[in-house]
């Protein structure tokens, strides 16, 4: 069954048109890469599917799970199973990641209709996922993306997309600026929530991410349309001989 | 657009807002020594406190309301205001069962338990101020078996007039200021606060001050005497009716920290603060100070959500050598709330010290100023100051405005002012609301992370409160 489906969608940003006519769909249980040069428009992607408010969608629709997620707030998407692993985490002051990570469980527990967070059971719970990543107690009283490394801070949302268990991930470029033992523990947390019904959409300039990760499917994304499909040797190839011959 | 919802978020709910209904008796409007008589007789006061009132009223009449502040209103008409109103009530209470029921529930109402056996397990010893005089104290008798005093101030005129002639004004002089002589002449009530030599105060005491009646004024006044080696942590906090008339507050806190003595002073000020429009709210002019000698410490902590003009410098005389000031500020304005608000930290012994932390929230179409004053004199060797003022700015029509004074005569003495503005951005928005939470709890959550290290200066009750009061303050400033 299909998770997500994307069809001819147009997104601008002010009166640039980035997104021109994308069609992609997403079945349930299994892993997509989306590959491309600079600009071509699949961090836009992301941030439209997540809702950011600064994109424009012109024409088009996503359904999730049947749903118009377009119709759907930021919020309600992410309630809904909708993750974004961020490329640059956005810092948040004073607020830890244990009261951060506790704010959005509760809300999407009140969304879903399910009884309120037992403040025992969540520490158990993120205790548990943190250990299993290499997060330290220490890490979860600091504040949200505060001071800390690149490599911490794909970790630490790693361990967010860990914890919050949706049904549809997105990692957008994760392994830029990261070393090797960075992208193991992004390839780790996938590994360990790869499931029969949770999907990944992994954003990347790079094979490199896919040797942790390995795809069902590669998308080859350029200039606002998906221009090839395929399977991880697309990947190697393109690693081979660029993207010069897919323009 | 999410700039937008951030505006619609801080629409204000004000839940303590409704009204009581209960008989009072009032002096006749306006002020004149006739009044003050009045006032005075009606308190049963000794002559003396008398002189003290007619001689502030006699310097206040030739005294101008202070300009300097940045905040705006029309001028306030003083003959048209009761000085004086109180809850008709039979003579002389025997016990909380003869408080008007209708002020029980009030306060039951307020979450401000009166019931001693259903206050907080007795963490918690509280004096009910309405209108213009205090209608219960809880736990006293507990309180007196360790010598502790706490009352109210005309309960301390009759019981202790020795104290009160003998530090009444002894911080803030009737001469202080426009807002403190008009107090010095026509305070009603408010809480007195004892704590005898070593003891440490077992309980928080809390004052709860309400005003009710229309056209009234509410001018109370607390001092607060921490013998030497003494401890204590005392809580005030305030609500109002709504209404859309403005009215005016104007009280005086005044406290005495002896050798080695610590008190801990916490406010969470939540006077109506008008509505959306702008329309009526309290006009809160407050004269807070702390004398502290030889190694005592007094720490200030202020949350300020209320109020339509906050006008407000809690400060600290650092008289003593090695006497520690501190100030932590939160101030929320919203809509068309204004605030000047900030500290005055008077270094004056060796080796003194004094913290400022001062965080300030400003949305819808509100301003708010930080206005403080560092001195260190010529005697000031080896003192300590450091100031951080931020401030943090929801939408784009409001203002926030920092002017630090430092002035230092003595060459050994450091003093060092930080200060940052910063906003919240769509990003932190963004990021939150992807985490799967709504808008307005990702306010509060960025909002209460910006004050966190304030709120942590809390008593554990109040911080959690005062938590939620800022999730509610902020409500309707996105959306």
């Known amino acids: 069954m299909a998770l997500l489906e994307i069809k001819n969608l147009h997104v601008c940003v002010g009166d640039k048109e980035i997104l021109k006519g994308l069609t992609l769909t997403i079945e349930q249980g299994t892993v997509h890469a989306i590959m491309g040069p600079n600009g071509s428009g699949k961090s836009t992607l992301s941030n439209v599917i997540a809702g950011n408010p600064v994109y424009e969608v012109t024409e088009g629709e996503i359904l999730f799970k049947g749903k118009n997620l377009l119709a759907l707030k930021t919020d309600e998407r992410a309630n809904e199973g909708v993750f974004l692993g961020f490329q640059y985490p956005i810092e948040i002051p004073g607020v830890s990641y244990a009261t951060f990570l506790k704010q959005a469980l509760s809300c999407k527990r009140k969304y879903l209709g399910e009884t309120p967070l037992d403040p025992v059971q969540f520490i158990k719970r993120l205790k548990i996922r943190a250990q299993a990543l290499g997060v330290s107690d220490d890490m979860l009283k600091r504040s949200v993306n505060v001071g800390f490394s690149g490599g911490e801070k794909k970790r630490l949302e790693t361990l967010q997309m860990a914890f919050l268990e949706p049904d549809f991930c997105i990692l957008d470029e994760m392994d830029s600026g990261l070393d090797v033992d960075a992208l193991r523990v992004v390839g780790q947390g996938v590994g360990i929530m790869r499931e029969k019904c949770r999907s990944f959409m992994l954003i990347t300039h790079y094979q490199r991410l896919l040797d942790y990760i390995e795809p069902d499917i590669v998308h080859i994304m350029i200039n606002g349309k998906i221009v090839a499909s395929g399977d991880k040797l697309l990947a190697l190839r393109v690693e081979e001989k660029g993207y010069a011959c897919y323009k | ?479």
């Open chain 2, 1 to 479: 657009m999410a700039q937008k919802e951030i505006e619609n978020i801080i629409d204000a709910s004000y839940k303590y807002g409704f009204e009581t209904d209960v008989e009072t008796e009032t002096a006749p409007k306006g002020l004149s020594e006739e009044v003050i008589r009045f006032i005075s007789t009606e308190k049963k006061e000794p002559k003396w406190l008398l002189d003290f009132r007619l001689k502030a009223y006699n310097h206040w009449l030739s005294l101008k309301e202070p300009q300097w502040a940045k905040i705006k209103y029309p001028p306030i008409d003083y003959q048209s205001l009761y000085y004086y109103t109180v809850p008709k009530k039979k003579k002389n209470l025997k016990s909380l069962d003869e408080v008007d029921p209708e002020i029980l529930k009030t306060y039951e109402k307020l979450g401000i338990p009166l019931q001693e056996q259903k206050a907080l397990a007795g963490v918690v010893a509280v004096d009910a101020v309405f209108d213009s005089v205090s209608v219960a104290t809880t736990y006293q008798k507990h309180l007196a078996e360790k010598g502790i005093i706490f009352c109210s101030m005309s309960e301390a005129v009759q019981n202790h007039p020795e104290l009160i002639k003998k530090y009444l004004g002894s911080v803030v002089p009737y001469t202080d200021n426009f807002f403190a002589c008009l107090n010095s002449a026509v305070f009603s009530d408010g809480s007195f606060v004892f704590i005898p030599k070593s003891v440490k105060c077992p309980m928080e005491l809390s004052s709860y001050f309400r005003i009710n009646a229309r056209h009234s004024g509410q001018f109370e006044r607390t001092l607060i005497i921490a013998e030497e080696g003494s401890y204590v942590s005392y809580l005030e906090g305030c609500t109002a009716p709504q209404r859309d008339e403005n009215q005016l507050h104007a009280a005086v806190v005044e406290i005495v920290v002896l050798k080695n003595a610590e008190v801990k002073y916490s406010t969470v000020q939540n006077w109506y603060p008008g509505d959306k429009n702008g329309v009526g709210g309290i006009y809160n002019f407050v004269t807070k100070r702390g004398l502290c000698h030889d190694y005592a410490k007094l720490s200030w902590t202020q949350v300020e959500t209320g109020s339509a003009i906050t006008w407000k410098y809690p400060s600290c005389v650092l008289l003593g050598d090695h006497s520690v000031g501190e100030f932590y500020s939160v101030a929320l304005t919203n809509n068309y709330q204004q605030a000047d608000t900030g500290t005055k930290m008077l270094h004056l012994g060796k080796n003194t010290r004094s913290t400022i932390v001062s965080k300030g929230i400003s949305a819808g179409y509100s301003n708010q100023t930080y206005r403080g004053l560092v001195k260190m004199s010529k005697n000031a060797l080896n003192g300590r100051n450091f100031s951080r003022c931020d401030s943090l700015l929801i939408g784009n029509k409001c203002g926030a405005h920092t002017i630090p004074v430092l002035i230092n005569e003595n060459k050994t003495a450091q003093v060092e002012h930080e200060a940052t503005t910063s906003r919240i951005s769509e990003e932190q928005l963004f990021y939150c609301e992807q985490r799967g939470v709504n808008p307005e709890d990702a306010v509060s959550l960025i909002v209460n992370g910006f004050c966190k290290e304030v709120m942590q200066q809390l008593p554990m009750e109040f911080a959690i409160e005062a938590g939620k009061l800022i999730g509610i303050s902020l409500e309707g400033s996105i959306g």
